[in-house]
């Protein structure tokens, strides 16, 4: 059974910090991503990378801010988030895909919330 399973969410003021973590089972995916979804707002890309470290992307309202990074001998994925906003405020879903623009399977998702 493939499962990607997230924590490391929760409350943080603004400027803050928290880190994810997303442990995948059951499948070895060549990329793994990082969405988000606020209330009311349909799901957005926030970053991606290969299993292999070699390549990332992100979204250019969180570039600078947070990191995405791999350790493929644990089969997880990590989004650093530094300076958050209250903008930021969302669920956050891992994603396991082939590449690093197509993702097919997806976690439960951590909420993370940021206050002013």
């Known amino acids: 059974q493939v499962q990607l399973v997230e924590s490391g969410g929760g409350l943080v003021q603004a400027g803050g910090s928290l880190r994810l973590s997303c442990a995948a089972s059951g499948r070895t995916f060549s990329s793994y991503g990082w969405f988000r979804q606020a209330p009311g707002k349909e799901r957005e890309f926030v970053a991606a990378i290969t299993r292999s470290g070699s390549r990332a992307r992100y979204t250019d309202s969180v570039r600078g801010r947070f990191t995405i990074s791999v350790d493929s001998a644990k089969n997880t994925v990590y989004l650093q988030m530094n300076s958050l906003k209250p903008e930021d405020t969302a669920v956050y879903y891992c994603?396991?895909?082939?590449?690093?623009?197509?993702?097919?399977?997806w976690g439960q998702g951590t909420q993370v919330t940021v206050s002013s």
């Open positions: 994603a396991g895909g082939m590449t690093i623009m197509v993702f097919g399977f």
